[in-house]
């Protein structure tokens, strides 16, 4: 694990990652701002309310370069992300928080939406999960709200 000389209690990624499960359970409008632990996502009264905050995961040995995981569970090949957002049509960089439990979250695979006419919904879920130590995260960034269907 590469966090393990912290001399401090807890991990900063896991109570974001916490924070960020919460409100997509909660998926309720109300006030924004513009950071990961935004209180809410998105939406309004007169918009569509969102129910996912992407994010895409760095690791302490990652050289800067996003995690990614294979879209699908058939997938047995080892994902070498070269670009962030899209590395390959058989991996993506793009999840979704589904669980937290002790200091292991699981994650949901996105993939983006094939319709590009929809600024909306921007994200596909799949089928496709992994369950990851946060001590081996090192930064997560957010991406913009988005409503995901299927979750």
Known sequence: MCNNERSG????????????NVLQENACPNNCTDSCDRPILGGGTNCVVFNTRPIQLFTCCGNGIP???PVSKDFIEVCSTTTGLNPSDDCSSVFRVEKLEGNCATFRVLVPNPDTNTCMT?????NSFFT???DCVCAVRCLS???VDCV
Do not use: R
Request: charged share 25%; with cysteine; proline share 4%.
């Open 9 to 20: 209690k807890g991990n900063c990624i896991k109570e974001i990652l916490k924070v960020i």
């Open 67 to 69: 995690f990614s995981m």
């Open 122 to 126: 921007p994200w596909v879920a799949t």
């Open 132 to 134: 990851m130590d946060l």
């Open 145 to 147: 709200d988005s409503f």
